[in-house]
């Protein structure tokens, strides 16, 4: 049964999508960290837009296979800087 991880980023999200200060090396974004995690755990990502006019998403959902992969990935979410928490549901559960 598919199951969901919701994820919501931190406040300083916008400063650690990989935009490098000046003299300094980027690093990869929070996204495509996450987007990483989300291929290797066979999820699909939905983007929940913020408010008019700002950038970027708060929030996010993540459709995976099965509760097991919901938690794994969860997990591996909460260690990335710019995710504050991400919580695994249950498909019927849904927020």
């Not at 049964?1 to 990989?18: D, L, N």
């Not at 200060?21 to 983007?47: C, E, F, I, N, Y």
């Not at 929940?48 to 938690?71: C, L, Q, Y």
């Given at each position: 049964?598919p199951?969901?991880?919701?994820?919501?980023?931190?406040?300083?999200?916008?400063?650690?999508?990989?935009?490098?200060?000046?003299?300094?090396?980027?690093?990869?974004?929070?996204?495509?960290?996450?987007?990483?995690l989300?291929?290797?755990?066979?999820?699909?990502?939905?983007?929940?837009?913020?408010?008019?006019?700002?950038?970027?998403?708060?929030?996010?959902?993540?459709?995976?296979?099965?509760?097991?992969?919901?938690?794994?990935?969860?997990?591996?979410?909460r260690?990335?800087?710019g995710?504050?928490?991400?919580?695994?549901?249950?498909?019927?559960?849904?927020?």
């Amino acid at each position: 049964m598919p199951a969901h991880v919701i994820v919501q980023f931190a406040a300083e999200y916008e400063a650690s999508r990989g935009k490098a200060a000046k003299g300094q090396a980027a690093t990869p974004s929070v996204t495509a960290r996450m987007r990483r995690l989300v291929a290797d755990h066979d999820g699909q990502l939905s983007l929940t837009p913020s408010e008019p006019g700002t950038s970027p998403p708060s929030m996010a959902m993540i459709t995976v296979p099965d509760m097991d992969r919901a938690n794994a990935l969860a997990n591996a979410l909460r260690d990335l800087d710019g995710v504050e928490p991400a919580y695994s549901k249950p498909g019927e559960e849904l927020p």
